[in-house]
């Protein structure tokens, strides 16, 4: 592991060639750095930059993140109300890594419609999610 980077290979020994070779490195691309973006960001490796807010979020620090800084994340652009249920909403996103679980919440006897409903109900609650990542 390169300590400076924390950029991991494995190698393996070629006796013909009496050299070294990689055969899986990680991370692959910066996107796959955990939290390169920042809460409400998502990482695009073919975009540039390769963060960017989700929907209805802008940087915490527009001159942060200018200087491809996105460690501070984004913010919404308009705060929850937390008061009126048809404001206040959910964008579908398919295909992310999921996010540190230290601050989650699980009830498998909870079907999508249900654990949505509980969601809404607490001002705190950022995202719901299937646990079912099986397909």
């Given at each position: 592991?390169?300590?400076?980077?924390?950029?991991?290979?494995?190698?393996?020994?070629i006796e013909a060639n009496q050299s070294w070779r990689a055969y899986s490195s990680v991370p692959r691309d910066d996107?796959?750095?955990y939290g390169i973006c920042g809460v409400?960001?998502?990482c695009l490796?073919?975009?540039?930059?390769?963060?960017?807010?989700l929907r209805g979020f802008k940087p915490r620090s527009q001159e942060k993140w200018d200087l491809m800084d996105w460690s501070e994340g984004c913010v919404r652009n308009i705060p929850l109300t937390c008061k009126d249920k048809s404001t206040d909403g959910f964008i579908?996103?398919?295909g992310l890594k999921v996010p540190d679980t230290a601050h989650t919440w699980v009830n498998k006897s909870m079907n999508l419609k249900e654990?949505?409903?509980?969601?809404l109900s607490n001002c705190s609650c950022m995202a719901?999610?299937?646990s079912d990542i099986s397909g």
């Amino acid at each position: 592991m390169n300590q400076t980077t924390s950029f991991r290979q494995r190698l393996t020994w070629i006796e013909a060639n009496q050299s070294w070779r990689a055969y899986s490195s990680v991370p692959r691309d910066d996107c796959d750095k955990y939290g390169i973006c920042g809460v409400n960001a998502n990482c695009l490796i073919n975009d540039n930059p390769i963060c960017q807010c989700l929907r209805g979020f802008k940087p915490r620090s527009q001159e942060k993140w200018d200087l491809m800084d996105w460690s501070e994340g984004c913010v919404r652009n308009i705060p929850l109300t937390c008061k009126d249920k048809s404001t206040d909403g959910f964008i579908k996103f398919s295909g992310l890594k999921v996010p540190d679980t230290a601050h989650t919440w699980v009830n498998k006897s909870m079907n999508l419609k249900e654990c949505k409903a509980k969601c809404l109900s607490n001002c705190s609650c950022m995202a719901y999610t299937n646990s079912d990542i099986s397909g």
